[in-house]
């Protein structure tokens, strides 16, 4: 994981190792602490009161990528060694970035179901990640992977929770390796009454890659991890006309950020970005960001860095653990205004 300069003591306890519904909650009813990005003022509530804090006219953009069970059990042949395969990121159709453990020689074939296999092609330059080429490609990949993969989880994650858990209600495109979480908290009805209430949503894609390496001495920064992004022309057209009447673009999560930032700074509307965006960044689209509670030095705080001073964004965080907010994809919300 790549690291920020912003340190804080994180108790374990505050880790959240189950999914609001197995704590007795809606998904939609997880604790939400709001800062005010100008006054620096927090505001503690709940997700499902977001309208109290958007205006009519406001935009939201939510990514709909959906996670794919990336965590897959192989045997290598010939040597008939037990290989956990870490998908980390597509490459293309048939090939992807994967972490191996144990690794395994280039050129040796991994078998993981009775249709599906791999060849491993190369290791990737300075990293533990090696290229792997599936002998499908497309949905009939997708569907082998479905068919036996497991979702990524961290130490903190105490149960093997079901794929389901590790989706928001709207995805729709495949290609995450970790849940785009800020999308989480959101109902469809919840959706909906901010649509009646005069609030905007719309989507883009941004399949995301694999953030931690299973070793502390692999540091990924942002720009040495490459994900793949889509914005429509028809969403672009829309974030213009909301800030040329005077509202606000809502970007839900990191990754909704990253895309739309790199689009605006590119003029490419799809492609890989390993944008890296921190205080000294000049934000073309989002005037606020929804996202979730990060750990201790992770990139993400560089990211908020934009939205706010590291001095307030540190000071609010210290709010967070005092009120006993919950972190990581099965927490708490963030909304920065």
Same mark, same amino acid.
């Given at each position: 994981?790549?690291?920020?300069?912003?340190?804080?003591?994180?108790?374990?306890?505050?880790?959240?190792?189950?999914?609001?519904?197995?704590?007795?909650?809606?998904?939609?009813?997880?604790?939400?602490?709001?800062?005010?990005?100008?006054?620096?003022?927090?505001?503690?509530?709940?997700?499902?009161?977001?309208?109290?804090?958007?205006?009519?006219?406001?935009?939201?953009?939510?990514?709909?990528?959906?996670?794919?069970?990336?965590?897959?059990?192989?045997?290598?042949?010939?040597?008939?060694?037990?290989?956990?395969?870490?998908?980390?990121?597509?490459?293309?159709?048939?090939?992807?970035?994967?972490?191996?453990?144990?690794?395994?020689?280039?050129?040796?074939?991994?078998?993981?179901?009775?249709?599906?296999?791999?060849?491993?092609?190369?290791?990737?330059?300075?990293?533990?990640?090696?290229?792997?080429?599936?002998?499908?490609?497309?949905?009939?990949?997708?569907?082998?992977?479905?068919?036996?993969? =497991? +979702?990524?989880?961290?130490?903190?994650?105490?149960?093997?929770?079901?794929?389901?858990?590790? *989706?928001?209600?709207? %995805?729709? @495109?495949?290609?995450?390796?970790?849940?785009?979480?800020?999308?989480?908290?959101?109902?469809?009805?919840?959706?909906?009454?901010?649509?009646?209430?005069?609030?905007?949503?719309?989507?883009?894609?941004?399949?995301?890659?694999?953030?931690?390496?299973?070793?502390?001495?692999?540091?990924?920064?942002?720009?040495?991890?490459?994900?793949?992004?889509?914005?429509?022309?028809?969403?672009?057209?829309?974030?213009?006309?909301?800030?040329?009447?005077?509202?606000?673009?809502?970007?839900?999560?990191?990754?909704?950020?990253?895309?739309?930032?790199?689009?605006?700074?590119?003029?490419?509307?799809?492609?890989?970005?390993?944008?890296?965006?921190?205080?000294?960044?000049?934000?073309?689209?989002?005037?606020?960001?929804?996202?979730?509670?990060? =750990? +201790?030095?992770?990139?993400?705080?560089?990211?908020?860095?934009?939205?706010?001073?590291?001095? *307030?964004?540190?000071? %609010?965080? @210290?709010?967070?653990?005092?009120?006993?907010?919950?972190?990581?994809?099965?927490?708490?919300?963030?909304?920065?205004?």
């Amino acid at each position: 994981m790549a690291v920020s300069t912003m340190d804080f003591h994180l108790p374990p306890e505050l880790n959240a190792s189950h999914p609001p519904e197995k704590r007795g909650l809606r998904r939609d009813h997880v604790r939400m602490m709001v800062l005010d990005r100008f006054s620096g003022k927090i505001r503690h509530d709940s997700f499902y009161n977001l309208l109290h804090y958007l205006q009519p006219g406001d935009l939201i953009i939510l990514n709909n990528s959906r996670t794919i069970p990336a965590v897959l059990q192989a045997t290598a042949q010939p040597s008939g060694t037990k290989v956990e395969v870490r998908l980390a990121r597509r490459k293309c159709e048939d090939t992807w970035e994967a972490l191996l453990v144990p690794s395994i020689d280039a050129g040796c074939t991994i078998f993981l179901s009775n249709e599906l296999s791999a060849t491993v092609v190369s290791e990737k330059e300075n990293s533990p990640l090696t290229l792997i080429q599936f002998n499908k490609r497309g949905t009939d990949l997708y569907n082998g992977i479905y068919a036996i993969g =497991e +979702p990524v989880r961290y130490e903190y994650i105490e149960h093997a929770w079901e794929l389901d858990f590790y *989706q928001t209600v709207f %995805a729709s @495109h495949p290609g995450s390796v970790e849940m785009p979480s800020a999308g989480r908290a959101f109902s469809w009805e919840l959706l909906f009454k901010l649509q009646r209430n005069g609030i905007q949503a719309d989507f883009i894609q941004l399949h995301t890659g694999l953030s931690y390496l299973l070793d502390d001495k692999w540091h990924q920064t942002p720009k040495e991890n490459d994900e793949e992004y889509c914005v429509s022309e028809s969403v672009m057209d829309r974030i213009f006309k909301t800030k040329a009447a005077g509202k606000r673009v809502i970007a839900v999560g990191t990754t909704v950020v990253r895309a739309l930032e790199t689009a605006a700074s590119t003029g490419k509307l799809s492609g890989e970005t390993n944008l890296y965006i921190d205080a000294n960044y000049p934000m073309k689209m989002a005037d606020g960001i929804l996202t979730g509670f990060h =750990e +201790p030095k992770a990139s993400h705080l560089d990211m908020l860095s934009a939205f706010v001073s590291q001095q *307030q964004l540190l000071s %609010a965080y @210290h709010q967070a653990i005092a009120s006993s907010y919950l972190w990581h994809e099965f927490g708490d919300m963030n909304l920065i205004v």
